[in-house]
């Protein structure tokens, strides 16, 4: 399946997705680190949907949330210049309001 081209906020912090800000992977991890991480991830996901109870769906959860965070996705920012963590709003209500403005509406559609 292909990656969609979602907009990616100038300073590579963010992408848009389904009208919200979603943190993007530290690129400072190493490619194996990273790699070992998205697999992690992705065993987790499936854990999630394949969950019989409860407890196994919480168990998955919290695994999809740890390789998150190994990732740089949720948890303390990656970045070092005191930036807030914008994630989960919508772009207009963020310091990328100008960026999102001056974008194409092909564009803003592909982060709808």
């Known amino acids: 399946m292909p990656r969609r081209d979602y907009p990616e906020t ?3 912090r963010y992408f848009v997705a389904k ?3 979603w943190r993007k992977t530290d690129p400072s991890l190493a490619d194996s680190t ?10 987790a996901r499936r854990a999630v949907g394949q969950a019989e109870t409860e ?5 998955a959860r919290d ?12 948890g303390p920012v990656w970045w070092d210049d005191g930036a807030p963590d ?9 310091r ?17």
């Open 10 to 12: 100038p300073d590579g």
């Open 19 to 21: 009208g919200r800000l």
């Open 34 to 43: 990273r790699r070992a991480a998205v697999k992690r991830l992705m065993q």
């Open 55 to 59: 407890a196994e769906e919480r168990t």
């Open 63 to 74: 695994a999809v949330d740890a390789a998150k965070r190994d990732l740089g996705e949720r």
């Open 86 to 94: 914008e994630g989960g709003k919508h772009p207009k209500n963020s």
């Open 96 to 112: 990328y309001a100008d960026w999102w403005a001056d974008l194409s509406e092909e564009s803003r559609a592909k982060g709808a």
